[in-house]
């Protein structure tokens, strides 16, 4: 069931002994440098805005320095910020209590980390049970839905092992799955897969999307990788130099980037697996033996389904079957290679 979204206000970061003494100068312009060079201070968080909706993923993206890690440690308050809000369930992080803040980071969140972070003397299942031995949960219930996660991520059989037996995929599927053990609304995801060779992000990409389709939890996933954010993200935010450049569906981002920095960002972009065949398709009638592709598809899908049964044309059709529009497979192969027309 899908959980609550988390908004983020000016939200601003600014690292050092002073920091909100130059918020006023950051909001009047003042740049990252110049607040170095001028003031000794770092600006990590430059007026942030992001609304991340409830059972999706929202993927926050850039180069090393942009802020990405600095975003997602304000969500469960591991960095507390110098100006802003970080509201969730009516509520804001930023303003909770020691003992609200545990529970909030006990019961309502749970993070996976880059360089895996797991307890290195504890086995498989004990890493896993580890959230809910610190909530207080019963052992055999704890053991229980640790086991149930270990299995849902394919670790089964692997309950013994200790993480230096393990592959890095393998400790990458026990620290997601002691994430889902936890069984919190918000999954806190630190480039996560970076580390990782590319079969074996793939795989565990696929492994996330398809736990997601089932519990649609809200999921804030951090990446320095364009492919990796265009894959996983129903929302994703670009940021540079602490500020938010661009934001918006993978597909709005390809086809409307804001500025020069977006544009090289999504330039060798595989457009065809990016653009829905919703954005080409027009009201034009279509032949009566149209090939019959579902609304949402991707260009290089339809292409691929058009030249496998030999069509020309398709006809675009709701989950209901309704009539949407068509496209021809010149249509589709040209947008795949050349901006698109609305």
């Not at 100068?25 to 003031?39: C, D, F, I, P, R």
């Not at 919703?278 to 090939?291: R, S, V």
Request: charged share 25%; proline share 3%.
């Amino acid at each position: 069931m899908a959980s609550d979204g988390i908004e983020i206000r000016n939200l601003y970061k600014i690292f050092g002994p002073k920091g909100e003494d130059y918020v006023d100068l950051v909001k009047g312009g003042m740049s990252k440098a110049a607040l170095n060079e001028q003031h000794g201070h770092v600006l990590g968080l430059n007026d942030i805005n992001i609304f991340m909706p409830g059972g999706k993923i929202t993927v926050v993206m850039g180069l090393s320095g942009s802020g990405k890690s600095t975003l997602i440690r304000h969500i469960n308050r591991l960095i507390d910020p110098t100006a802003g809000e970080v509201i969730y369930q009516g509520n804001d992080v930023c303003k909770m209590s020691d003992a609200e803040l545990q529970d909030f980071r006990r019961h309502k969140t749970a993070m996976v980390f880059q360089k895996f972070a797991l307890l290195p003397h504890r086995t498989v299942l004990k890493n896993t049970v580890y959230g809910l031995e610190v909530q207080g949960v019963d052992k055999d219930e704890a053991e229980q839905r640790a086991r149930k996660w270990i299995t849902r991520v394919g670790l089964e059989g692997f309950e013994d092992h200790y993480p230096n037996q393990l592959s890095g995929g393998m400790q990458q599927r026990v620290g997601l799955a002691r994430a889902l053990t936890n069984d919190a609304d918000i999954l806190l995801m630190d480039e996560a897969f970076s580390a990782l060779d590319p079969l074996i992000r793939m795989d565990m990409q696929t492994v996330l999307l398809d736990i997601q389709e089932e519990l649609e939890k809200t999921i804030v996933f951090i990446t320095h990788d364009l492919d990796e954010a265009l894959r996983l993200g129903d929302h994703i935010a670009i940021l540079r130099d602490g500020a938010v450049i661009q934001q918006g569906s993978g597909q709005d981002i390809v086809l409307n980037p804001a500025d020069a920095y977006i544009t090289d960002f999504v330039k060798d972009v595989n457009r065809g697996r990016v653009i829905e065949v919703d954005t080409i398709m027009t009201k034009k009638e279509p032949p009566k033996d149209a090939l019959i592709i579902s609304s949402g598809a991707m260009l290089e899908d339809a292409a691929k389904k058009l030249s496998e049964a030999g069509a020309v044309n398709a006809k675009i059709v709701d989950g209901t079957g309704k009539l949407l529009g068509s496209i021809t497979i010149q249509d589709t192969i040209s947008a795949m290679v050349t901006p698109a027309t609305h």
